[in-house]
């Protein structure tokens, strides 16, 4: 190479440094070339510059596999940006722009270095015969599978199109494959080095254990006013960001939109502007919030699980939960987007066994319902109900939040050193049940 690797980052990507030593460990063994690669790191922890990166210094062209238009858009515009040959093929594209893309894939020297595509282009008949045309050429340099958890049945974005993605790679032979998710579970992670057919691939795995998150449950049933609980712990969570440059935000998950409507405003009724977000509001009204929020704006966003994905806001100081979640591993996920920057952040948890029933009901009712359009049951049904089972007990249980984590992923024990509600009081927690217990009892 003519240059380091750390000037081609500057030079082509504006970057004075890897975010992470673990990025530039992936970059490397990428260029390196002579395995598979599989990453998992968190969203926000900079995983597309691991492919495009190497795709700009590769000879050929990369192709990027990722699952929605809209994501694939934002990547492309972005590389354009930084003036870099990116393009997607997709159904929306008109038929002059797709003529000129394949003339530059079929001419002897290409310009394009990332060819963006959905799984369903890849599948698709006309677009077959271009791609093993250039890997029969040597021109394709990586494949890069983006969001890989989507070929797994155990995670919440399955797609059936991902799973071709394994005969794919049998019709392109020596191109070294790249998978990358943000999804921590080995179940996944299994299903993903098996689908894509990943030759001893190289790991490189974030630990799950994040030190700068403090985890904390609280049994709303035991508070009288619940709302100048939440208030008070908004406002000392946001007050840790106080003397650091930027300001702080923060969501708070409710489960209904009736939830989102209601906590937001008792909050604004308190002192704190909070908006809600959800589906029942116009798609131009919830971009809005999200944009006021991104902004800051507002602080405080009251949503449903649907706002988040792909959210990358490095300030968050709090993600409180009025309501648990689905799984363990969705919990994991959506507190994990507080503290993106490293700095101290709170995961707060509002746990009510009243809750748990209901989400309860719900998981049962959906299981019901797949086992009926299928007519058979599955082992994902079981885990479904398992994996709710695993949130339920990270609240009840008297040890370390982050313990419990670390081990539901199969990771090694962390060392807490105060950052739950567990180790900095145990007998506090052990009050707390008690009092829960008696009250139910009654
Ligand atoms: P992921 O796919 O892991 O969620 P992205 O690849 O979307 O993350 O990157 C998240 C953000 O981090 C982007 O805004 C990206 O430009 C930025 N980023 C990536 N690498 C670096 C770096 N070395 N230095 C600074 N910012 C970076
Ligand atoms: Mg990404
Ligand atoms: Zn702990």
Known sequence: MPTSLKEALKAHFGFESFRTKLQEDIVRA???????????????????????????LAE???????????????QVDHLKELNIAACTINSKLAAGERRLILADLQSSNPKL????????????????????????????????VDE??????????????YLKLGELRVRLPGVPCLALTATASKNVQEDIVNSL????????????????????????????????HLHAFIKKALALSSGSNGQGCGIVYCRTREGCETVAFQLTKLGILAKPYHAGLKAQDRTEVQNEWMQGKVLVIVATISFGMGVDKASVRFVAHWNISKSLASYYQESGRAG????????????????????????CQEVRRKQEKRGCAKDTDKAAIKDFEAMVSFCEQERCRHAIISKFFGDKMPNCAGACDYC???RAVRAQLEKAALLNTK
């Open 197 to 228: 057919r990943l030759h001893l691939p190289l790991s490189f795995v974030t630990p799950v254990f994040r030190s700068n998150l403090h985890y904390d449950v609280i049994f709303s049933e035991l508070l009288t006013q619940p709302y100048v």
């Open 60 to 74: 050929g062209i990369t192709l990027v596999i990722s699952p929605l238009i809209a994501l694939i858009q934002d």
């Open 424 to 426: 900095c009081n145990p």
């Open 340 to 363: 993106r920057d490293g700095l101290p952040s709170c995961c707060r948890i509002y746990y009510s066994p009243k809750d748990k029933s209901q989400i309860n009901f719900l998981i």
């Open 113 to 144: 270095k990332l060819l963006y595509v959905t799984p369903e282009m890849v599948a698709s008949p006309s677009f077959q015969p271009c791609l093993t045309d250039l890997c029969s050429r040597g021109l394709l340099s990586y494949l890069a």
């Open 30 to 56: 990428v260029i390196r070339g002579d395995r598979d690669v599989f990453v998992c790191m968190p969203t926000g922890a900079g995983k597309s510059l691991c492919y495009q990166l190497p795709a700009v």
């Open 148 to 161: 890989a958890h989507c070929v797994s049945q155990w995670g919440h974005d399955f797609r059936p199109d």
